[in-house]
């Protein structure tokens, strides 16, 4: 006879018991699981954008834009390599539901941006065409898109119906990044407003820059933003991921709040383990206060306590680690493009499988001290 | 009343133990300057009314529990002496228990059961089935191994907690009410096999109870009132 089988017929002697309890912890490593991805996929961008580029923008805020006249001057500054623009256009298409990141780029842009890879021939194509538009493979999957398809959107901040024709569709190097967006051509937007609306053209959302050494990063941008000092549109130039990670900061409220209710579902299921492992041994006071008598120690009734606290852990964590990846992926498809990159990470996966091993040992620390300090003509009085 | 063995050779001596319990602020004397010894071999019972502290002085020289005061020597060993984990050692190898409601693990099977305490042995997984058939066999319950307590009468699951008892091959054997829960037939069944284990094999063997029929299985009979011991008598021995 061996600790083990004692430990796993323990674990088995209740099994509906044993059962909810595992149901539990499977449901509460998931919800971890998910709810940690969900934190992660907030932070993609950021963690997936480059340190080796800037982003100079208004340094009121970015509804300001800057003058395209900025851009000679930029690229004048010691260490800038090459400057790319970028607006925002936020239209619509069909319907809001539909939303996805659109851009009007210059031409260089994706030269900045070696992670997306784009066939040549589709390059070239996108550079002839003024109304050309280039999507991403994670865009294109979701609407189905093709080259060649006519693309029509609604602008919001640029109002009117403005059409487009697929002329590219670009992949990334890697599935960290995001690929769920489209680029236009930003002289396209910009003659369109001469037309339209005067006062609005000449205007970049954004320059993106990309830097000699990584490492001077800081000293450029503080290179850059001093050529403007004092002007009518001063600059914020910060590296790609401050400037990302200033997104997300938006959302940081929202953001604790998920990672808090993340942290209370495991510790929720911790007290339905503690208490699963309290009757369990209070049911078995005079089987302690027995093995006490045959000679056995207070080290092996807490092997036995924690052995079979750390088996329903294991088994409910080890459901629960399972079906994180094919829960997450559900997740992400029924999520639409809210969650371009919504892949659970290794540090989750090793976080869910922390958590469930905590919460046995802890579970297991109360009942355990009890029973070996349960005094054995006691124990065996006790009614189980 | 203080009885002290002459002639035959002692395995058991307690001299002037006491115990008393707390309650609140009151102080309850269980026993009282107790001494007697107990031979090698024999069987005793214990009988007294309820209350009169005869588990109390089961449990003192099992070394579940311990005296205010006295010397309790079992087979040479002070074990009023010896620390928690000694004490437990000292258990594992030299005293079997049977309890009144058998106390066996409900999981495990009467095989599982009657080897559980030679976990504590050195002794080989092959070795541990040939004394746990053994046991089992003596008992007559060698068609019974694979099963669990539930699928057992009463009177199997004591025989089953009687070969647990001696598998290790104590010096001492104690036994709390062990016909308690039984019916006749079955009591008598456990008798036997206590009364054998004294005289074939040369167990000493301590029982409460308060079946005096029951006592009578035995070699002598002690009784206790009130925390001291009042008489003991010694039977014919029985074959």
Same mark, same amino acid.
């Given at each position: ?15 509906? *018991? ?34 080796? *580029? ?5 340094? @009121? ?23 790319? &623009? ?36 589709? *390059? ?29 959107? *609604?602008?919001? @901040? ?8 697929? &002329?590219? @569709? ?29 006062? &609005? ?80 041994? &209070? ?77 046995? @040992? ?23 | ?239």
């Amino acid at each position: 006879m061996n600790a083990l089988k004692l430990i796993l017929r323990n674990a088995l002697r209740h099994r509906l *018991r044993t059962g909810l309890t595992v149901a539990g912890l499977l449901v509460a490593v998931l919800a971890y699981g998910l709810l940690q991805t969900v934190v992660d996929a907030w932070y993609a961008g950021a963690a997936a954008s480059s340190n080796a *580029r800037l982003v100079t923008r208004n340094s @009121i805020s970015l509804v300001f834009s800057l003058p395209v006249s900025y851009e000679n001057r930029i690229r004048g500054v010691d260490g800038v390599s090459a400057v790319a &623009r970028s607006n925002w256009f936020g239209g619509i298409y069909q319907e809001p539901k539909n939303f996805f990141p659109q851009f009007a780029v210059s031409d260089n842009y994706l030269t900045l941006y070696p992670e997306f890879i784009l066939p040549d021939a589709q *390059r070239a194509a996108f550079l002839r065409d003024r109304k050309g538009a280039l999507i991403g493979r994670q865009l294109a999957d979701r609407f189905g898109f093709k080259v060649g398809d006519a693309l029509p959107l *609604r602008g919001t @901040i640029y109002p009117g119906t403005w059409e487009f024709i697929v &002329r590219g @569709i670009f992949d990334a190097a890697d599935e960290t990044k995001v690929t769920n967006l489209m680029m236009f051509r930003w002289d396209y937007l910009n003659e369109t407003l001469r037309k339209s609306a005067p006062v &609005r053209a000449n205007q970049v959302g954004v320059y993106v820059l990309s830097v000699d050494n990584p490492d001077h990063a800081a000293a450029v941008s503080l290179a850059v933003d001093a050529v403007f000092k004092n002007s009518l549109a001063e600059t914020l130039t910060e590296t790609e991921q401050a400037f990302q990670l200033s997104f997300v900061a938006m959302s940081n409220q929202i953001i604790a709040a998920i990672r808090i209710v993340s942290y209370v579902v495991i510790l929720i299921i911790m007290a339905v383990m503690a208490n699963t492992m309290a009757m369990s041994a &209070r049911e078995r006071t005079a089987e302690y206060a027995t093995l006490k008598a045959l000679g056995f120690g207070p080290g092996f009734l807490a092997t036995l306590i924690f052995g079979e606290s750390l088996a329903i852990c294991t088994l409910g964590g080890g459901f629960g680690l399972a079906l994180t990846s094919p829960a997450a992926a559900a997740f992400k498809s029924l999520a639409g493009g809210i969650f371009p990159i919504f892949a659970v990470s290794a540090e989750t996966l090793a976080a869910q499988a922390a958590c469930a091993l905590a919460v046995g @040992i802890l579970a297991a620390i109360v009942p355990a001290v009890r029973a070996a300090r349960v005094r054995v003509v006691d124990g065996l009085r006790a009614v189980g | 009343m203080n009885e002290r063995q002459t002639g035959s050779e002692t395995l058991v001596s307690l001299w002037r133990i006491s115990k008393s319990y707390h309650r609140g602020d009151q102080v309850i004397q269980v026993l009282s300057d107790i001494s007697f010894d107990i031979a090698r071999g024999e069987f005793l019972a214990l009988m007294g009314p309820s209350g009169s502290g005869k588990s109390t002085l089961l449990n003192l020289i099992a070394g579940i529990d311990r005296p205010d005061a006295g010397k309790l020597l079992v087979a040479d060993t002070d074990i009023v002496q010896l620390g928690e984990a000694a004490l437990a050692d000292w258990r594992a190898g030299h005293v079997g228990f049977i309890f009144q409601f058998y106390n066996l693990m409900p999981v495990l099977t009467a095989y599982e059961n009657v080897e559980l305490p030679l976990a504590l042995t050195t002794l080989a997984r092959r070795e541990r089935r040939e004394h746990a058939e053994a046991a089992l066999e003596l008992v007559g319950l060698a068609d019974r191994m694979t099963h669990y307590p539930s699928e057992l009468s009463g009177g199997q699951q004591q025989r089953v907690a009687i070969a647990r008892a001696f598998i290790t091959d104590p010096v001492l054997i104690v036994a709390d009410e062990p016909t308690g829960d039984l019916d006749r037939h079955s009591a008598s069944e456990v008798l036997e096999l206590l009364r054998r284990l004294a005289t074939d094999v040369g167990k000493t063997i301590i029982m409460v109870t308060h079946d005096r029929k029951a006592a009578e299985s035995a070699h002598a009979i002690m009784h206790l009132e009130k925390g001291e011991l009042s008489a003991r008598e010694h039977l014919q021995a029985q074959t």
